[in-house]
């Protein structure tokens, strides 16, 4: 995709991002990722941390709980998948990232589950990832 047409898309998402439309945000995240066939692992991981991020506040305006619940799981799936593309880069700063994602994964499962010993578990995952992350940051 030429370069000035992502930065559209980019900017449209950013847009969206600013008027709290997180599930238009979220579409265009995708379909820079999409269409970026020869985009660098970190920037497609970027792009896919974005979209889970959008996916994630868009799942707090749904008007369902399954809409809520397929909103999250799409949320997991960027990150999951961002954290794949994050392991091919070799940017230095790559692990605080992936470190992020799996706290928002670990997040957000928080929020899929009824079970309070599995609330539990989730929330101290992220609480553990998150402590990582901010502990690799400033080294």
Known sequence: MPRTKMQALFN???NREKTHNWLEAARCFIKIGSLAATMAPYEKATILENAGYAFYRAAFQAESNEEFRARCTRSIKSCEKAVQYFLRSEKANKNPRILRCNATIAFI???LTSDP??????VNEC???TKEEIGRAHV
């Open 109 to 111: 499962n928080y929020w």
């Open 127 to 129: 609480w553990e990832r």
């Open 12 to 14: 449209q998402a950013e």
């Open 117 to 122: 010993a599995q609330k539990k578990k989730h």
